[in-house]
């Protein structure tokens, strides 16, 4: 019997930089049940909503190169669709290192779609500049530059296969308050309670993956019992989620600049998990921020 409450559409947008396995990932959801759409107009995707149920799931690729793209116009229609009872979305982003990228175009000798008349490295360099803020925004991220095509299959269908007796995918991820709470999370933790490493002149370049900024984190007198009671908490709730027919759950970490505190948590909770059993995969939003920034002008400067 059907929920009243269920959403009339799942949604996926699949989307990323040319070469990165945007196409592959459209017929892997096909594979898995998905109508699959790709290269749709995204002022077309209002009406596709507007329409009746189609009774399974639609994947739609968004393509750079499709005329009315912009990454503006893209977070406004994920916002917009966010907030519509109708809709449950989820974007998935197809990323890649650059160098990665060029090989690609390299072997195939395609042109790049944005850069015709140019070397592929300056196409390259401008899409991912062009999708930069999108990429923050996705909630899935996948990044194939070591994938194979049947390790992007199985990781595609432990996040999106909706066939019966699946597992529930828990995501934490790590996030900075001054630039928002991430969309798409079901529930949020602060950590801004917890000792700093940004006032340590030796931490504060780096981040909570490193094992001195973690161990000054988990320093602090109240870590401990926050992490006790916090997993206690989790491992409480995760499989209520299941037994309730949930297939994902979002688990945000916030502190002031999204690069200390939340990413030692998250590093430490999403081990807890994945040590219990749970299928989990750890993101941190500012490091891709950062880390993004960083391979668009290592492209453009080796380009220059």
Known sequence: ??????????????????GAGRTTAIRVLEDLGYEGIDNIPLSLVPRLVDGAPLGRPIALGLDPRNRDFNPTALIELIDSLTRDPRVE????????????LIQRFSETRRRHPLAPNETPAQGIALELDLLAPVRVRADHLIDTTELNQH???AEIARLFDVGPGGQLSVSVQSFSYKRGIPRG????????FLANPHWQAGLRDRNGRDPEVAAFV???SRFDPFIAKLLDLLLFLLPAHLEEGKSQLAIGFGCTGGQHRSVAVVEMVGNALADAGWPVSKRHRELERKAAGAQAEAVKAGDA
């Open 151 to 153: 390790e992007l299959k």
């Open 218 to 220: 988990a320093g602090d």
């Open 185 to 192: 999370v079901d529930m949020i933790f602060d950590c801004r």
């Open 89 to 100: 979305l989820e974007v998935l982003y197809l990323d890649c290192a650059p160098a990665i």
């Open 1 to 18: 019997m059907t929920n009243p409450t269920d959403p009339d559409h799942r949604l996926v947008f699949v989307t990323g930089p040319s």
